[in-house]
């Protein structure tokens, strides 16, 4: 049987910065249609291991395999091309522009027309436009941002940058997304927001979702299994009442065997 | 009231040539950070390219112009592909410096090829003076202004409306989220050295025509320097509004302080300007605010 499109097998990773070992051969699996939580303390390698798969970062070692293709050595845009989307931590959006035009410009991946005829404006460049940018509506009610669309995304607060970051990125409409601590920073209310967003987009668009986060109530509610960074070695993966009372996990976290995890 | 209007005039026409050469600083600046001190040079190269096709070829002047933006088109991404990309992550100036060798090298490479003698146009544009209302405007020169304009509109339109121009807009802004929506970086960069090269080249020909081509031209490039701070570094609007204030308060300098102090302030005009400008504007008009919270 043919894996699915959706899936990502990610197979003994090693990633150096000079002497700094950042992945020292991370095995992971993320299968079609699941959530997928990635946790761990600071440093654990996180960040890194998402870089490795979108394409910004290349391993020293190891192999990444996207549906039925090694992806390991292409460069970022040509995976944005074969369906895989990202959020950034820090967001990265394009902060001079409008939430429209970060939006639209998700969707350059679907853009038929080539460099020349795109650069002259030919008409049919101009009813295909008009295509996108009714997905691109549909993404803005979804996300219920209508009232700021035509705003520049720098002055826009936080919470809503984040926002209109994971709109830009479901406007590629990926197979598989990676989320970079989508809910840093937000009050509780932003993040169930964003956690019903996250549900939705993986239930209704059969988005596979590899997610990182550090918020363990919204980590345990919301992912179908979660895996455990440490020092740049995976030492756990399962359901996340597994996860929970892994004493590896609990040292890792805690420093010490004795101490109970605490999760609300 | 008539000499001052011909100063206007005179200020408003080579405005736009220098609003043309001044894009071509802002799109490479836009799209990487760099100021490129061999635009100077790209000018020359432009001017001597389709010198070349129209004279050694025997071309007509359109299609020597054309095969003159080919190369150049050709030249400027291998500038980018050879020079710019190897630094690509080092610090900006490292590649403003490269510039400035690039700068040094092509000027030598050029006397090698064209010597050192003055060139000039055969006359393509038609050489009577036009009298519009006492003010006296050759046709060499509103030929020159239209061609600016119309060009400068194109590409205004092509980086508010085209994909390409989308697409080198997104890479100014954020290059790692540009990578992450499929754009990429390294085509980005070789459409803007090429695009600036292209530009460089007609308005290479165009002060060619007016003025001759020598190594003069080449310090065309570094008298665009305050036309560009003054519109801001980053704003397409911003160039070619700078070039036109910067041409007519050049002409109004030299018109009127000239007879007063002896000459040549006309060159020094813009260079004061640029002092004034860092002083009090140092985002320029219309460029973008960088507020860094450290």
Known sequence: MTPPAGQLVVEKLILHFGGLTALSGVNLEARPGEILAVIGP??????????????????????????????????????????????????????????????MLGRHIHLKTGVLAGGLYWRWAQSEEVQHRRVVEEIIDFLEIERIRKKTVGTLAYGLQKRVELGRALALEPKLLLLDEPMAGMNTEEKEDMARFILDINEERGVTVILIEHDMGVVMDISDRVAVLDFGRKIAEGKPEEVKENPEVIKAYLGGKDLQLTVV | MVFLLQLIVSGLVIGGVYALVALGFVLIYKASDVINFAQGEFLLIGAHLALTFLLVFNLPFIPAVLGALTVAVVLGAAVERVVLRPLIGEPIISMIMATIGLSSALRGLLQVFWGTETRT???????????????????????????ALVLLALFSFFFKRSIMGIAMRATADDQQAALSMGISVKVAFAVTWALAAAISTVGGVLLGNINGVNISLAHFGLKVLPVVILGGLDSIPGAIVGGFIIGILENLAGGYLDPLLGGGVKEVAPFIILVLILMLKPYGLFGKQVIERV
Not at chain 1, 71 to 76: D, F, N, R, Y
Not at chain 1, 77 to 85: E, K, S, Y
Not at chain 2, 135 to 146: A, E, F, K
């Open chain 1, 42 to 103: 600071n440093g654990a390698g996180k960040t890194s291991l998402l870089n490795c798969i979108s394409g910004l970062y290349h391993p020293n070692s190891g192999t990444i395999t996207f549906g039925q293709k090694d992806i390991t050595k292409m460069p970022a845009p040509t995976r944005a091309r074969l369906g895989i989307a990202r959020t950034f931590q820090n967001i990265e959006l394009f902060r001079h522009m409008t939430v429209l035009e970060n939006l």
């Open chain 2, 121 to 147: 146009f055969p006359n393509i544009f038609p050489q009577d003076a036009i009298n519009l209302g006492g003010v006296v405007v050759s046709q060499v020169y509103l030929w020159s202004l239209g061609i």
